[in-house]
Every structure is written in C-alpha cells, then in structure tokens.
C-alpha cells in the first residue's frame, strides 16, 4: 500500500484535507485531479490524522490509517455550551477522599480519554506513572515533607510562600497535607529534553481532571509533591522513572467524601483586547 491512497470514486476534489494538513504535505495541482503528496511527505508527516478525519467522503487513507479505523463524531453526544459552562464551574478541587479505591478499568478508561489531550507537533510525549500501594503514597509524602523541613531549616523563601511550616506541623500530628489521603497519585513524565513534554503533560492532566469529575469522582493537583520533585533528589529517585525523564505534572485522584453544593464566584477576567 503506498503512503497516501485516494478513492477516486469517492473524492469530490473538494481540498479538505489540503487546507486542514498541518504539515502542507497534501496537494492538489487543478481542481479537477485528485489530490497528492508534496515530495519527501512520508518524512514530514506527523501521523496528526487531520487529512482522514477531514473527510466526509472517507475518500482518503494512509498506510498507518484508514477511515475505518477512526471513530465517527458522533453529534448527539456533544454537549451544548450550556453544559460546558455549568460543568466546568462546578469542578471544584477535591482535598478530602473516601478510604475507597477507585476499579484499574475505570482508571484505565479515563487515562484513555485524557491521550486525546493536543501535543506539539502530534508528538504525544506523555508517560503516567500510577501509584495506588498505600506505603508508597505515604512514603512518598514523607519524602516531600523532609523536604519541606530542610527548605524551612534553609529559611528558604519557597517555605515562608508555600506555608510550609503549617504542612509539617499536621505531618507530625498526623495528618497528610501532601497528598491528602488520596488513594491515587497519577505522575505525568516526559523526555526533558523534549520541549513539547511539559505543556503535553499539563494538557493531558486537565483532560484527566475534568474526564474524573465528569466520573463523579474527585482530582486535585499535588503542588506540593510537584514542587517537591524539582528540588528534592530523594523523591527523584523514588520515583524511577526512565532516564532522562522528569515529572511535569501530578493529580490526586478518588472519591470524594464530600459534595458540593455550589458554585464560588471568580474575579472577573483580566483582559486586553487589541
């Protein structure tokens, strides 16, 4: 099978997958041909998909796609900007969780949604690590509050910012403000010396946060472990994750033992039109 195939029966001519090509590998010489590739477009290709999911027809494929192979959109199912609206105000960020793990299938379905999150140049550089054992989350946290300790020791100002000394004193009396008892930490990596790897981390945790509360579940970022990871060898290393990888991101994931029942307001937006 060549790289670019068009079913001369089924294609219009009508350039859509010229004009939606993020790469300007797709031609069209007259409006009455078919539609072709530039030279050296197999090496310029970055497998985005945008050319099969473009056309209504289902005229084109690629070797690696088909029309076949890609999920019809599927109108009825999109919300209204409405819902949006509504949903995205009433997500609220969940410290307090039930002693309740949430089922590796429905984590796995909602790590299969946030994959869809957008990358720089389709790169799709995004690694999750999923910690769930108990003494590893608590190990964890502990790590980040001997860090803490020695910022404050240090008299680091991140401490005095960050109100370390409140995280420590509730560590001591028994309390987790690291990881809030979550029964979930998901860890977003990447390749550090891509550039694409930290925005496509945070992307694709938001898509996870809102997939979980969209769930009936409960997120929330884990700053403090985050911020822990960047300055705090130990937790580096307990971490292992492959060489050349660093964290970009972390969400606490359960159920929340709470339900809100309103909606806070916001300053209003900060903008400069021009």
């Given at each position: 099978m060549?790289?670019?195939t068009?079913?001369?029966e089924?294609?219009v001519r009508d350039?859509?997958?010229?004009s939606?090509?993020?790469?300007?590998?797709i031609?069209m010489?007259?409006a009455?041909?078919?539609?072709?590739l530039v030279?050296?477009?197999?090496d310029?290709?970055?497998?985005c998909?945008h050319?099969?999911?473009?056309?209504?027809?289902?005229a084109?494929?690629?070797?690696?796609l088909s029309?076949?192979q890609?999920?019809?959109?599927q109108?009825?199912?999109?919300?209204?900007?409405?819902?949006?609206?509504?949903?995205l105000?009433c997500r609220r960020?969940?410290r307090s969780?039930?002693d309740?793990?949430?089922?590796?299938?429905?984590l796995q379905?909602?790590?299969?949604?946030a994959?869809?999150?957008p990358s720089g140049?389709?790169?799709?550089?995004?690694h999750?690590l999923?910690?769930?054992?108990k003494k590893v989350?608590?190990s964890?946290?502990?790590?980040v509050?001997d860090?803490?300790?020695?910022s404050?020791?240090c008299?680091?100002?991140?401490?005095?910012?960050m109100h370390?000394?409140?995280v420590?004193?509730a560590?001591?009396?028994?309390?987790?403000r690291?990881?809030r008892?979550?029964?979930?930490?998901i860890v977003?990596?990447?390749d550090a010396?891509?550039?694409?790897?930290y925005?496509?981390?945070?992307?694709?945790?938001?898509?996870l946060e809102?997939?979980v509360?969209?769930?009936?579940?409960?997120?929330?970022?884990?700053g403090?472990?985050?911020?822990?990871t960047r300055?705090?060898?130990?937790?580096?290393?307990?971490?292992?994750l492959?060489?050349g990888?660093?964290?970009?991101?972390?969400?606490?994931?359960?159920?929340p033992k709470?339900a809100y029942?309103r909606?806070p307001?916001?300053?209003?937006?900060?903008i400069?039109?021009?």
């Amino acid at each position: 099978m060549s790289f670019l195939t068009i079913d001369g029966e089924k294609c219009v001519r009508d350039g859509f997958c010229v004009s939606e090509c993020p790469m300007r590998i797709i031609r069209m010489r007259g409006a009455r041909e078919l539609p072709g590739l530039v030279q050296g477009a197999e090496d310029l290709c970055i497998h985005c998909g945008h050319c099969v999911a473009i056309c209504p027809q289902g005229a084109l494929s690629l070797r690696f796609l088909s029309p076949d192979q890609c999920a019809p959109i599927q109108q009825d199912l999109l919300p209204g900007y409405a819902q949006v609206d509504h949903f995205l105000r009433c997500r609220r960020s969940i410290r307090s969780y039930k002693d309740k793990p949430v089922a590796r299938e429905v984590l796995q379905r909602l790590i299969s949604t946030a994959r869809y999150g957008p990358s720089g140049h389709n790169l799709q550089p995004v690694h999750l690590l999923v910690i769930e054992d108990k003494k590893v989350l608590q190990s964890l946290a502990g790590l980040v509050v001997d860090w803490m300790r020695s910022s404050i020791e240090c008299q680091d100002p991140i401490a005095r910012t960050m109100h370390f000394d409140g995280v420590v004193q509730a560590w001591d009396e028994g309390l987790d403000r690291v990881l809030r008892g979550a029964p979930h930490l998901i860890v977003a990596h990447g390749d550090a010396s891509l550039s694409a790897s930290y925005p496509a981390c945070i992307i694709a945790l938001t898509y996870l946060e809102l997939a979980v509360f969209a769930e009936r579940l409960g997120a929330c970022w884990a700053g403090y472990f985050f911020h822990a990871t960047r300055y705090h060898e130990p937790l580096e290393e307990a971490l292992s994750l492959p060489p050349g990888h660093k964290t970009f991101g972390a969400l606490m994931v359960g159920y929340p033992k709470y339900a809100y029942q309103r909606v806070p307001p916001r300053n209003e937006p900060r903008i400069e039109w021009r």
